[in-house]
């Protein structure tokens, strides 16, 4: 069965500075992988997808995210992190072998503190 | 374009009782998706609903139950609640294109409390 980890509960950057926010995953076949990010109270908002094609998927403000097959990692990142991006950041693999079927299987979830 | 609503925003139950928790999806989609995030966790998927089916579901039991209507909307029925049913209820559209590669939406969650 598909899996994702994340292996931070926080990460903490000065506003300014790039951040990354780390995920690794396991899957059999090629995954698919999405980066979504959560505000207090609120749904899921989409930042980003690999599916195939280029490594570095960009994504919504200013968010990046590195696809590395051999270390089963897809680091979101971004180069120069604001007091607003601080929120919680989940990392979410699909099936990729019945693409018709949508499920998605999340982290556990990184909380990104930014401080001004 | 409206994006995927849910309603009620807040609910407060007590044990045994049931639930409707509903959905809307955004302009386009057909499938619908119900989540559940227990508080410090991610989304656990609870199952799927396309072309008013059933079509996959997560490791939840059957008191957790689901409806879509021809116009693609969605219900959530929890009967029997238990104390460990209270979380965050997301609901998520998407289209299920030839590709199978579309991304999922989230709505904003209903918020369920089980007293």
């Known amino acids: 069965a598909q899996s994702v980890a994340q292996p931070e509960d926080q990460v903490n950057v000065a506003e300014g500075n790039p951040l990354t926010v780390k995920c690794t995953y396991s899957?059999?076949?090629?995954?698919?992988l999405f980066w979504y990010v959560q505000y207090p109270n609120r749904g899921l908002q989409f930042l980003l997808k690999?599916?195939?094609?280029?490594?570095l998927v960009k994504g919504s403000y200013g968010f990046e995210a590195e696809f590395n097959k051999s270390q089963t990692s897809f680091h979101l990142k971004k180069p120069s992190a604001l007091v607003s991006d601080s929120a919680l950041y989940f990392c979410?693999?699909?099936?990729?072998?019945?693409?018709?079927?949508?499920?998605?299987?999340f982290g556990t979830g990184t909380r990104l503190l930014v401080s001004p | 374009d409206a994006g995927v609503t849910q309603s009620p925003t807040h609910l407060i139950k007590t044990r045994g009782q049931q639930v409707t928790l509903r959905c809307s999806p955004k302009?386009?989609?057909?499938?619908v998706s119900w989540y559940q995030q227990a508080l410090g966790q991610g989304p656990q998927f609870i199952f799927q609903?396309?072309?008013?089916?059933?079509?996959q579901r997560g490791n939840f039991p059957d008191r957790f139950s689901g409806h879509q209507f021809p116009n693609y909307s969605s219900e959530l029925n929890v009967n029997a609640l238990l104390l460990g049913d209270s979380a965050l209820y997301l609901c998520?559209?998407?289209?299920?294109?030839?590709?199978?590669?579309?991304?999922?939406?989230f709505g904003p969650g209903t918020r369920l409390t089980v007293l």
């Open positions: 998520a559209s998407s289209w299920t294109g030839t590709s199978g590669t579309d991304t999922q939406y």
């Open positions: 899957v059999s076949g090629n995954p698919y």
């Open positions: 690999y599916i195939t094609g280029d490594n």
């Open positions: 979410a693999v699909r099936d990729p072998i019945n693409t018709g079927f949508q499920k998605l299987v």
């Open positions: 302009s386009g989609h057909d499938t």
């Open positions: 609903y396309y072309e008013e089916e059933e079509r």
